[in-house]
């Protein structure tokens, strides 16, 4: 499409261009005129002043009205204060010409009035005119039709002539040369007004394209008014020069008017041929759009005819609140009828053809005939039965009430969305029930987990899960629903309950198939009839298969006939099949658990079996260094009891405890490796009489509960309710007092802030018990289950985890019972019962026989420990013996194979175990070898074990234990040396 020319500039548009080629000559001619005036002196030229003055005032006067008429055609006001200010310089310079003029007849009295006014005419002109202009180029930027501005502008120039006229009236016109020779004071600063007006309209001159002109016409006459100054007559060649410049400059102006009136007409002409050439173009185009229109018209029926989319226009009828009510179809297309199944509506109400057609329609398509806003959407015609994809737009204008609609038919792939998005949602239920029944191992909360979904996310009346017992051919319920359940009291289908299976769907859903029942109502059948009396009327009944075996079924019913989809069917169908295999890897749960509980108590029990034999490994090395240790004591205490009858009560009571301490001591390090054992053949069962024994730990362990307890700033009060006449038991001493000393330490542990502690025994027909008992924290039930594990304890680091281990040892190998009693905050009470002995033990049984040893036996004494020998040395020496004491292994073989080679033998030998280098059983098979019949004694901290285990070193005629009791050593020497040998 050609483009439309440019408009040309408006004729006041301050940047448009001035051609001044021809106005520009005018300058030059008056140079060269004033030149050759000039060049001929100073002369009279009266004819040319008198064509020079009225050549001025007519050329102003055309000026002004130049100015005037363009004021009125550009509706400026700056070519209007330049029309003023030229016409009233006019109406001065012709003034001024006709006083010149030499009048007769009936203008005799001008001539006559020419010596009053012709002084006061021309100079006022010459001020005025600089005047105007300089007041119109500041009036510039205010260039407004505004009367005030213009009535004021012509009273200052008015007002300006009239005090020139006056001033010049009384002015000297002529004086004698003055300074610079001018001749022409009074008109002194006309060329500097001309200067300053020439100056401001050059630099203004971008404002205006009449400034440039004036510009120059200002120069002009600037030098024009400076020839003046030297005039000495009206006509003589300065002042012809000065009226020459005056009608120059007014020429300049006139041609550059002449010539911008000449360029605007000229710009006209080619913009109405421009214009011309436009109008054929655009007619040209519009012939064109009109064909293009024909053809666009026959396209647009052709597709209108055969648009597979439905399409109409409507006129919308608002009510009187301008509200939409309804629509009239003007214009429809052919799918019409197949996209909405209505026939002939053109020209009818939608109304009229569907009464029930939906509000929100006429409302959309009100809005889009007010606002204009297109509009492309999807919704529901229920009326018609359809879901319409629907672009619709207005026709017309705003006033235009018509809309456009174009349609489509999309019902068919809104049931597939809908179906689309049911299986969706379908799946994702699914998975969340799957989600939340792998996170579940037990049955019932998985059933509870399925139909509680169940029942949140479809819209169903009752929901039960039934497993299935094929023996008795029923079904039981095993979980019910909690929405469902007030309609499960009333069918009588609460859980436990049981369904009969007869020939009904559910016998075809133990087989393993699904049913679905769209009618139960007429199914006729007691356990569907019995559903159907309680308002239900459609049933799925999806079985519970694993592995080939139906093992239940998952029942869902609704109170509508037919309402179950088929895809809420198969959801059903593989929610199933996931519920049975969650159910299926439950029952294999709980089977592995079980197995991992057996393997974890069986690993424990080994475990335990370990710990013991590692404990009993450190026991044996433990008490060879105690009974090292605590032999000494044993020997002294023993000799002194003995030896010295003349101890005080108090001294012999304390020697005494000693030696049952030491005993206790003995027996616990003996038996540290023996916890769980069973009782040993070689233990010795003594009688024992419980109420003594208890008063013995009582006071062995008096600093425990009494003085440390009462450093802490605490009270534990001791108890005791002991029966009287109370039968003896059959047991070791040493191992009771232990296990009760232990109970003690416990029971005061147990109350840190103090309290009571009661040891009570009780007798009854068949055994004899011992219970303590304290008011302390007491123990929950995981802590009373795992209390004599060994090494098992709440003490944290002060406690070993021993203490009620080793209770319960003693308590097997005595063959009695142990019972515990407590709770959390109320107390602990530990009970043993000791079994009565079946016969009467006879008192002699406690008597212990002793033997007499020779005297004066030489002894061979082998030992690593200095303190054992000495104590050994002191007390065998004192029963008459004579020794020889070597300290290890080797030093002993050496000191008997000397004593052997010399022929001094010794009578017996005894010698430790442990020592390093050369061994007790060294030492034995040394003097065996020598001596085969010279006896050794093997006394070690290790003999019991020896004894037990069957390890007792050969060579060796009797094991004796420290620490070593005087009886048993004394009858090891009687039973070992004859009188014979001690010769």
Same mark, same amino acid.
């Not at 100054?229 to 012809?240: C, E, V």
């Not at 008992?773 to 098992?792: A, N, Q, Y």
């Given at each position: 499409?050609?483009?439309?020319?440019?408009?040309?500039?408006?004729?006041?548009?301050?940047?448009?261009?001035?051609?001044?080629?021809?106005?520009?000559?005018?300058?030059?001619?008056?140079?060269?005129?004033?030149?050759?005036?000039?060049?001929?002196?100073?002369?009279?030229?009266?004819?040319?002043?008198?064509?020079?003055?009225?050549?001025?005032?007519?050329?102003?006067?055309?000026?002004?009205?130049?100015?005037?008429?363009?004021?009125?055609?550009?509706?400026?006001?700056?070519?209007?204060?330049?029309?003023?200010?030229?016409?009233?310089?006019?109406?001065?310079?012709?003034?001024?010409?006709?006083?010149?003029?030499?009048?007769?007849?009936?203008?005799?009295?001008?001539?006559? &009035?020419?010596?009053?006014?012709?002084? &006061?005419?021309?100079?006022?002109?010459?001020?005025?005119?600089?005047?105007?202009?300089?007041?119109?180029?500041?009036?510039?930027?205010?260039?407004?039709?505004?009367?005030?501005?213009?009535?004021?502008?012509?009273?200052?120039?008015?007002?300006?002539?009239? /005090?020139?006229?006056?001033?010049?009236?009384?002015?000297?016109?002529?004086?004698?040369?003055?300074?610079?020779?001018?001749?022409?004071?009074?008109?002194?600063?006309?060329?500097?007004?001309?200067?300053?007006?020439?100056?401001?309209?050059?630099?203004?001159?971008?404002?205006?394209? #009449?400034?440039?002109?004036?510009? @120059?016409?200002?120069?002009?006459?600037?030098?024009?008014?400076?020839?003046?100054?030297?005039?000495?007559?009206?006509?003589?060649?300065?002042?012809?020069?000065?009226?020459?410049?005056?009608?120059?400059?007014? +020429?300049?102006?006139?041609?550059?008017?002449?010539?911008?009136?000449?360029?605007?007409?000229?710009?006209?002409?080619?913009?109405?041929?421009?214009?011309?050439?436009?109008?054929?173009?655009?007619?040209?185009?519009?012939?064109?759009?009109?064909?293009?229109?024909?053809?666009?018209?026959?396209?647009?029926?052709?597709?209108?005819?055969?648009?597979?989319?439905?399409?109409?226009?409507?006129?919308?009828?608002?009510?009187?609140?301008? =509200?939409?009510?309804?629509?009239?179809?003007?214009?429809?297309?052919?799918?019409?009828?197949?996209?909405?199944?209505?026939?002939?509506? *053109?020209? =009818?109400?939608?109304?009229? @053809?569907?009464?029930? %057609?939906?509000?929100?329609?006429?409302?959309?398509?009100?809005?889009?005939?007010?606002?204009?806003?297109?509009?492309?959407?999807?919704?529901?015609?229920?009326?018609?039965?359809? %879901?319409?994809?629907?672009?619709?737009?207005?026709?017309?204008?705003?006033?235009?009430?018509?809309?456009?609609?174009?349609?489509?038919?999309?019902?068919?792939?809104?049931?597939?969305?809908?179906?689309? %998005?049911?299986?969706?949602?379908?799946?994702?239920?699914?998975?969340? $029930?799957?989600?939340?029944?792998?996170?579940?191992?037990?049955?019932?909360?998985?059933?509870?987990?399925?139909?509680?979904?169940?029942?949140?996310?479809?819209?169903?009346?009752?929901?039960?899960?039934?497993?299935?017992?094929?023996?008795?051919?029923?079904?039981?319920?095993?979980?019910?629903?909690?929405?469902?359940?007030?309609?499960? +009291?009333?069918?009588?289908?609460?859980? *436990?309950?049981? $369904? &009969?299976?007869?020939?009904?769907?559910?016998?075809?859903?133990?087989?393993?198939?699904? /049913?679905?029942?769209?009618?139960?109502?007429?199914?006729?059948?007691?356990?569907?009839?019995?559903?159907?009396?309680?308002?239900?009327?459609?049933?799925?009944?999806?079985?519970?298969?694993?592995?080939?075996?139906?093992?239940?079924?998952?029942?869902?019913?609704?109170?509508?006939?037919?309402?179950?989809?088929?895809?809420?069917?198969?959801?059903?169908?593989?929610?199933?099949?996931? /519920?049975?295999?969650?159910?299926?890897?439950?029952?294999?749960?709980?089977?592995?658990?079980?197995?991992?509980?057996? #393997?974890?108590?069986?690993?424990?029990?080994?475990?335990?079996?370990?710990?013991?034999?590692?404990?009993?490994?450190?026991?044996?090395? $433990?008490?060879?260094?105690?009974?090292?240790?605590?032999?000494?004591?044993?020997?002294?205490?023993?000799?002194? #009891?003995?030896?010295?009858?003349?101890?005080?009560?108090?001294?012999?009571?304390?020697?005494?405890?000693?030696?049952?301490?030491?005993?206790?001591?003995?027996?616990?390090?003996?038996?540290?490796?023996?916890?769980?054992?069973?009782?040993?053949?070689?233990?010795?069962?003594?009688?024992?009489?419980?109420?003594?024994?208890?008063?013995?730990?009582?006071?062995?362990?008096?600093?425990?509960?009494?003085?440390?307890?009462?450093?802490?700033?605490?009270?534990?009060?001791?108890?005791?309710?002991?029966?009287?006449?109370?039968?003896? $038991?059959?047991?070791?001493?040493?191992?009771?007092?232990?296990?009760?000393?232990?109970?003690?330490?416990?029971?005061?542990?147990?109350?840190?802030?103090?309290?009571?502690?009661?040891?009570?025994?009780?007798?009854?027909?068949?055994?004899?018990?011992?219970?303590?008992?304290?008011?302390? +924290?007491?123990?929950?039930?995981?802590?009373?289950?795992?209390?004599?594990?060994?090494?098992?304890?709440?003490?944290?680091?002060?406690?070993?985890?021993?203490?009620?281990?080793?209770?319960?040892?003693?308590?097997?190998?005595?063959?009695?019972?142990?019972?515990?009693?407590?709770? #959390?905050?109320?107390?602990?009470?530990?009970?043993?019962?000791?079994?009565?002995?079946?016969?009467?033990?006879?008192?002699?049984?406690?008597?212990?026989?002793?033997?007499?040893?020779?005297?004066?036996?030489?002894?061979?004494?082998?030992?690593?420990?200095?303190?054992?020998?000495?104590? +050994?040395?002191?007390?065998? =020496?004192?029963?008459?013996?004579?020794?020889?004491?070597?300290?290890?292994?080797?030093?002993?073989?050496?000191?008997?194979?000397?004593?052997?080679?010399?022929?001094?033998?010794?009578?017996?030998?005894?010698?430790?175990?442990?020592?390093?280098?050369?061994?007790?059983?060294?030492?034995?098979?040394?003097?065996?070898?020598?001596?085969?019949?010279?006896?050794?004694?093997?006394?070690?901290?290790?003999?019991?074990?020896?004894?037990?285990?069957?390890?007792?070193?050969?060579?060796?005629?009797?094991?004796?234990?420290?620490?070593?009791?005087?009886?048993?050593?004394?009858?090891?020497?009687?039973?070992?040396?004859?009188?014979?040998?001690?010769?």
């Amino acid at each position: 499409m050609a483009k439309s020319p440019q408009a040309s500039p408006e004729p006041n548009a301050a940047n448009r261009p001035v051609q001044q080629t021809h106005a520009a000559g005018m300058p030059i001619v008056f140079g060269l005129i004033g030149a050759v005036l000039l060049a001929l002196g100073r002369k009279d030229y009266p004819h040319l002043h008198t064509i020079l003055d009225t050549s001025a005032g007519l050329l102003s006067a055309v000026l002004a009205l130049l100015f005037w008429d363009m004021s009125a055609r550009t509706l400026r006001s700056f070519p209007k204060w330049l029309a003023i200010s030229f016409g009233m310089t006019s109406l001065l310079e012709i003034a001024h010409v006709f006083v010149t003029i030499e009048w007769s007849g009936i203008f005799a009295p001008l001539a006559q &009035a020419a010596s009053v006014w012709r002084p &006061a005419t021309w100079p006022p002109a010459a001020y005025l005119l600089p005047v105007g202009i300089g007041c119109s180029v500041w009036l510039l930027p205010h260039d407004e039709k505004q009367r005030q501005r213009t009535a004021a502008f012509v009273g200052l120039l008015i007002l300006t002539s009239v /005090v020139l006229f006056a001033a010049f009236r009384w002015l000297p016109r002529y004086t004698s040369p003055a300074a610079l020779g001018i001749t022409r004071p009074t008109l002194v600063l006309v060329p500097l007004l001309w200067a300053m007006t020439g100056w401001v309209c050059w630099r203004r001159r971008d404002a205006d394209r #009449l400034l440039p002109m004036l510009a @120059l016409m200002a120069a002009v006459l600037f030098l024009a008014h400076v020839s003046m100054l030297y005039s000495r007559a009206p006509h003589d060649t300065q002042a012809m020069v000065a009226h020459l410049g005056k009608v120059a400059g007014y +020429l300049l102006v006139l041609l550059t008017v002449m010539q911008m009136a000449s360029s605007d007409i000229w710009e006209r002409i080619q913009a109405e041929r421009a214009l011309a050439r436009l109008n054929e173009e655009l007619e040209r185009r519009v012939q064109e759009r009109t064909a293009e229109l024909s053809q666009s018209e026959v396209r647009y029926r052709t597709l209108f005819e055969t648009l597979i989319e439905g399409f109409c226009t409507i006129e919308m009828i608002f009510d009187a609140n301008g =509200k939409p009510v309804d629509y009239r179809f003007l214009e429809i297309n052919p799918a019409f009828e197949n996209q909405t199944g209505l026939h002939d509506a *053109q020209g =009818k109400l939608m109304r009229d @053809l569907a009464p029930n %057609h939906e509000t929100h329609w006429f409302e959309i398509y009100g809005k889009i005939a007010l606002t204009g806003e297109p509009l492309h959407f999807e919704n529901e015609a229920k009326a018609l039965g359809r %879901h319409y994809d629907v672009c619709a737009y207005r026709v017309g204008g705003p006033e235009s009430r018509k809309v456009g609609i174009l349609f489509n038919d999309i019902t068919a792939r809104k049931i597939a969305e809908r179906k689309a %998005h049911a299986q969706l949602t379908c799946l994702a239920l699914l998975n969340q $029930i799957t989600r939340a029944v792998g996170e579940r191992q037990d049955l019932p909360s998985i059933f509870q987990v399925v139909i509680r979904t169940l029942e949140d996310q479809l819209p169903i009346d009752c929901a039960c899960i039934c497993l299935y017992d094929p023996i008795d051919n029923l079904l039981t319920v095993a979980s019910v629903g909690i929405k469902s359940q007030p309609l499960a +009291l009333e069918l009588v289908l609460t859980e *436990q309950a049981r $369904i &009969a299976i007869d020939a009904n769907g559910l016998s075809r859903c133990v087989r393993g198939q699904l /049913v679905y029942e769209p009618d139960i109502s007429a199914v006729q059948f007691p356990f569907p009839q019995r559903l159907a009396r309680g308002g239900l009327r459609a049933l799925v009944a999806a079985p519970l298969l694993v592995e080939n075996q139906v093992f239940g079924a998952l029942l869902v019913a609704r109170r509508e006939t037919q309402s179950f989809s088929s895809g809420e069917c198969e959801f059903l169908r593989q929610l199933s099949e996931h /519920v049975a295999l969650a159910a299926h890897q439950s029952q294999l749960y709980g089977s592995l658990q079980k197995a991992y509980e057996d #393997l974890r108590e069986t690993q424990q029990a080994v475990m335990q079996q370990e710990r013991l034999r590692a404990l009993g490994q450190m026991a044996s090395g $433990i008490a060879h260094d105690i009974n090292n240790a605590i032999s000494p004591i044993t020997l002294y205490t023993e000799s002194l #009891l003995e030896r010295e009858p003349n101890l005080s009560p108090n001294a012999r009571g304390y020697l005494e405890t000693i030696q049952r301490a030491i005993d206790d001591v003995a027996q616990t390090v003996t038996r540290m490796r023996e916890f769980y054992r069973q009782r040993e053949p070689q233990m010795t069962l003594v009688p024992v009489d419980m109420n003594p024994l208890v008063q013995q730990v009582i006071d062995l362990t008096r600093a425990r509960w009494s003085d440390m307890a009462h450093q802490r700033g605490i009270v534990i009060e001791m108890q005791t309710e002991l029966a009287p006449g109370l039968p003896a $038991i059959m047991g070791a001493e040493s191992e009771i007092r232990e296990a009760l000393t232990n109970l003690i330490f416990n029971a005061v542990d147990a109350m840190p802030q103090g309290g009571a502690l009661t040891l009570r025994t009780q007798a009854t027909s068949k055994s004899v018990s011992l219970e303590v008992t304290d008011t302390g +924290l007491g123990m929950d039930e995981d802590t009373r289950r795992r209390c004599f594990e060994p090494f098992f304890t709440t003490k944290g680091e002060q406690g070993t985890g021993l203490g009620l281990a080793m209770v319960y040892g003693a308590v097997q190998r005595h063959s009695a019972e142990i019972e515990i009693d407590s709770a #959390l905050g109320q107390g602990t009470t530990v009970r043993l019962s000791f079994a009565l002995p079946t016969a009467t033990v006879s008192s002699s049984a406690r008597m212990v026989t002793t033997h007499a040893a020779p005297s004066a036996l030489r002894i061979l004494l082998v030992d690593d420990d200095p303190v054992l020998l000495k104590s +050994l040395e002191d007390i065998l =020496k004192a029963d008459g013996h004579v020794l020889t004491v070597t300290y290890g292994g080797q030093a002993g073989i050496d000191a008997f194979r000397v004593a052997h080679e010399q022929g001094d033998l010794f009578d017996i030998v005894i010698t430790d175990l442990g020592m390093p280098y050369a061994d007790g059983r060294k030492v034995a098979g040394a003097v065996k070898a020598l001596a085969p019949s010279m006896p050794v004694i093997l006394l070690t901290g290790w003999g019991q074990r020896l004894e037990i285990e069957g390890d007792v070193p050969a060579h060796v005629d009797r094991v004796l234990s420290k620490p070593p009791k005087l009886g048993e050593l004394r009858e090891a020497l009687a039973a070992l040396v004859t009188p014979a040998g001690s010769a």
